[in-house]
């Protein structure tokens, strides 16, 4: 697989002395969907900014379809698109001039016929003489996407572009993009929802300004090595405090379940099944699935709070 | 008694109707979840559950209270928290819990009482003195919701109450409400983050204004997913999806991940498609590794329903 960026221990501290990326190093293949997924504030905007050429690092470099972050930055400028999570559209200009405009800003002189490509490609077209502040929220995101397009860059950096996006929009995305890796394009998305991660080939998962795990979804999954029991229960909530007071499994509860994290079903759903027992509480149903992104990302961070108090 | 009890609401502005013959029960003690798109009503059913915007038609009652005839009532009897948390954010943890106490009317011994209730079940004893602005999201989340329940609300509405958490915080903040629900108070959810509603008791979706389905998480994906989804592991993921797209088999075929998603027509049966699906892709030297059915999460149900709308 061809490395299209590749990063060397890039750092980023603002003024004040606030950690933006701590030294990271990592590559992107081409034509890879490849994720930063992470909470506020662990770094993920940081990064993308630096790529981009947006801000400064303040160590470390990085190779961008073989130009240097550092030196090339006009040059890497002219491959890459930028969504950024307050994307701005001209509310009082129609799709159609948004699109214009943004060919302008880039020099792309013919650009209609990747206009109506890109208004297709979004289902758009019947919009295309609205004003851009008339647009649904979803149809806005799908608007600034194309306008990022426009010039036909190698790789395209979106930051956070579903967030407080409804399910529908939401998916309706995914499908866009999904559709535009078929374009030979490089795509990198943050996002702060685990649930997300397992569309991409490949993700990071960043905390407090550092990459915890780095691989595909199935091989973050699997480095788990636990199992997950679900059991569905006639008391959820006792069942939740009786086995947080008698055992250290990690317990996520849902309105209609629990998911407890355990080294084998073997070993420990008896213990569970006692405990729920001289409790009053019946297991109506019980099986082993697999461990969800979250499970691992969860127990990532307590293994390392764990390290950092036994220091 | 339930906690809610909604007959026939509806609330239309102008001609346009936001909230069309609504009727529910929410019940003591449970976390419940009303979710749906934007501008599918929600916010307006709250704003009328909460008794600060009066129905067109139609009542409810929110801990007993009519929200026509006593809204002031109901409005004391809950509590409200969105996402924009309404903390003063150059106050201390300490002096907004103080702050809230006071526009609830509590004082002296209740108020401490209460404010040591709040530092509690939030977990931010020790913490009382440090300035609310510089709180990661987390903890402004807690406190946001402790100091929406300091006067001991029968029900407490959280409008869109979660976003940009670490996933332990989440957890934490769950782990709040589930604490809230267990000692009797009813939890009322606004989100439209779907794999948070399955935290939820029950669940009601809302489209353009109107019930479209409810149930527990797991009836929901029981009751509305007739289609199979499934995921395929091949070689060339693009080309497979191009060549099974063309195909015109299948409902849908996305992209997920290093796989791919495919939706099967209703009737379809899964060997069917697997068949299909083998024979389709080595007639072009596509290898298949793998073919699962995979479970359809709540935002399966929620897009399946819409769609059927459309």
């Known amino acids: 697989m061809q490395e299209i960026i590749k990063i060397s221990n890039l750092k980023k501290i603002y003024e004040g002395g606030v950690i933006g990326i701590d030294d990271i190093s990592f590559s992107i293949y081409k034509n890879e969907m490849f994720g930063f997924v992470g909470p506020d504030g662990a770094g993920k905007t940081t990064t993308i900014r630096l790529l981009c050429g947006l801000i400064n690092p303040t160590d470390g470099n990085a190779d961008i379809m073989g130009y240097d972050l550092r030196k090339d930055k006009m040059k890497i400028k002219d491959n890459i698109g930028y969504l950024s999570q307050k994307f701005s559209l001209y509310t009082d200009l129609s799709v159609d001039e948004n699109i214009e405009f943004f060919a302008d800003i880039h020099g792309v002189k013919d650009y209609k016929e990747r206009r109506n490509e890109l208004l297709q490609f979004t289902r758009l077209t019947d919009f295309r003489k609205f004003y851009a502040g008339k647009l649904s929220g979803g149809m806005k995101q799908k608007l600034a996407l194309a306008c990022t397009l426009i010039h036909k860059p190698k790789i395209i950096f979106l930051d956070e572009p579903t967030t407080g996006v409804d399910p529908v929009s939401r998916r309706d995305f995914w499908k866009i993009l999904s559709d535009l890796i078929k374009e030979e394009i490089t795509i990198i998305i943050s996002t702060p929802y685990l649930d997300e991660a397992e569309r991409f080939n490949r993700l990071a998962l960043f905390n407090n300004a550092k990459i915890l795990k780095l691989d595909t979804p199935a091989k973050i999954r699997e480095s788990l090595h636990k199992t997950v029991i679900e059991i569905v229960c006639n008391n959820i909530r006792s069942a939740d405090k009786a086995l947080k007071e008698n055992t250290n499994y990690e317990i996520q509860t849902f309105g209609d379940r629990l998911n407890i994290v355990a080294d084998s079903f073997e070993k420990d759903f008896p213990v569970i099944e006692n405990i729920l027992s001289k409790n009053g509480i019946e297991i109506q149903d019980k099986r082993i699935i697999p461990a969800s992104l979250e499970n691992v990302f969860i127990h990532l961070l307590k293994t390392k709070k764990t390290e950092l108090q036994q220091l | ?310």
Not at chain 2, 233 to 251: H, M, Q, V
């Open chain 2, 1 to 310: 008694m339930n906690s809610i009890e909604v007959k026939n609401l509806t609330k239309k502005f102008g001609n346009f109707t936001s909230v069309d013959n609504v009727s529910f029960e929410v019940y003591r003690g449970e976390i419940f979840g009303f979710l749906g798109a934007n501008g599918a009503g929600k916010s307006t059913t709250i704003k009328m559950l909460c008794g600060i915007l009066e129905p067109t038609s139609g009542d409810a009652t929110v801990g007993g209270f009519s929200i026509k005839t006593q809204s002031e009532q109901v409005k004391r009897n809950i509590g409200y928290m969105s996402q924009k948390f309404s903390l003063y954010n150059d106050l201390t943890i300490e002096e907004n819990i103080n702050f809230f106490g006071g526009v609830y009317g509590l004082e002296g011994e209740n108020l401490s009482n209460r404010k040591k209730w709040v530092l509690k079940i939030a977990n931010l004893e020790g913490k009382e003195k440090l300035l609310t602005g510089s709180l990661p999201t987390g903890i402004k989340q807690r406190l946001a919701l402790g100091t929406a329940v300091i006067h001991s609300p029968n029900i407490v509405f959280l409008d869109e109450p979660t976003g940009g958490v670490d996933p332990i915080e989440r957890r934490n903040f769950w782990d709040l409400i589930n604490t809230l629900s267990s000692e009797g108070t009813t939890v009322f959810v606004t989100t439209h983050y779907l794999d948070e509603a399955e935290f939820c008791n029950r669940i009601l979706l809302i489209n353009a204004g109107k019930i479209i389905a409810g149930g527990s998480p797991k009836e929901l994906k029981e009751n509305y997913i007739k289609t199979i989804i499934l995921e395929i592991e091949c070689g060339k993921t693009i080309d497979a999806l191009t060549i099974l797209e063309d195909s015109n088999f299948f409902g849908s075929a996305t992209i997920f991940g290093n796989y791919i998603h495919v939706k099967l027509k209703e009737n379809d049966t899964e060997e069917n498609a697997k068949d299909f699906i083998v024979k389709t892709l080595s007639e072009s030297k596509i290898n298949t590794s793998r073919i699962d059915k995979i479970s359809p999460t709540l935002e399966d149900v929620f897009i399946t329903l819409l769609e059927k709308k459309d």
